[in-house]
């Protein structure tokens, strides 16, 4: 909620024309950071002005993924914080507090399509559903160790748990990406698989380390907080290696 207040004080100033209401206008760097700080996932256009290669793409692109904000910064003095120096337009996520860059004059292609196709792969939050767009975000970040939350969509410990966790998750910022796999959806069975589980086992808790390639299971029972905080720093004092590994898949990508 504070920061809620604290960005509409700070961006009190943001201009908007016609072509533009309701993208805010960053002046400076403070209003920068406040913006980044308000949600998981926002993406601002570093640009110098409204004629600039990607503005009016940008533009329809936040119209169509409205679960990101989105806004413009034409402040060159403000890029250099972020160690832009040319047109860029740029994810700000704070599950692994990575910075995501498209440099424009880089883009082999620039068009609202691909601006929608950048912001939704790159879209990891706090905890993040696995399908086929989300796994290539999930996998192109440099936290290669995931917390697995195991689910079937539509029951009861669905939402319940997919809530507790997201609130853990900000404990574990660049040490683990949370990520919701929906045990009913036939495109998933893979994952379950290899983990040696089947739908009806669910719900359960997982933790796959890319690096090692290893994977281990919560041991049954109620998925608490303490119990998943508790198995994740088990993980990281390095307790797991001893443990058995769950499922008996040979390796493969999940």
């Known amino acids: 909620m504070l920061v809620t207040v604290v960005l509409a004080f700070l961006v009190s100033s943001a201009t908007a024309t016609g072509k533009d209401i309701g993208i805010l206008r960053l002046n400076d760097t403070k209003v920068a950071e406040a913006f980044i700080d308000s949600a998981e996932v926002v993406v601002i256009g570093f640009l110098e002005g409204v004629e600039s290669h990607g503005y009016k793409e940008l533009l329809e692109a936040a119209k169509r993924v409205d679960s990101v904000p989105v806004a413009i910064c034409t402040v060159k003095e403000v890029w250099a914080d972020y160690s832009l120096s040319s047109d860029t337009i740029t994810l700000f996520r704070k599950a ?19 601006l929608v196709n950048f912001i939704t792969i790159n879209e990891v939050r706090y905890i993040t559903e696995y399908n086929q767009v989300t796994a290539v975000g999930l996998f192109n970040s440099e936290v290669k160790t995931h917390l697995l939350l195991f689910v079937n969509r539509g029951t009861k410990e669905y939402t319940e748990l997919k809530q507790q966790l997201g609130a853990l998750a900000p404990e574990f910022t660049e040490k683990f ?56 720093q088990s993980f990281l004092q390095g307790e797991l290696k001893e443990v058995k590994q769950a499922g008996a898949e040979p390796k493969t990508e999940l």
């Not at 692994?96 to 620039?110: C, I, P, R, T």
């Not at 086992?201 to 049954?220: A, H, Q, T």
């Open 96 to 114: 692994d507090n990575h910075q995501e860059n498209l440099v424009v004059a880089e883009a082999k292609k620039l068009d609202a399509d691909g």
């Open 177 to 232: 990406l949370f990520v919701l796999i929906n045990g009913a959806v036939k495109s998933n069975f893979r994952s379950l698989n290899y983990f040696g589980l089947k739908s009806h086992d669910l719900p359960r808790v997982g933790i796959y380390d890319g690096d090692s390639d290893m994977k281990w299971l919560l041991p049954e029972g109620e998925i608490s907080t303490e119990r998943v905080r508790e198995f994740c």
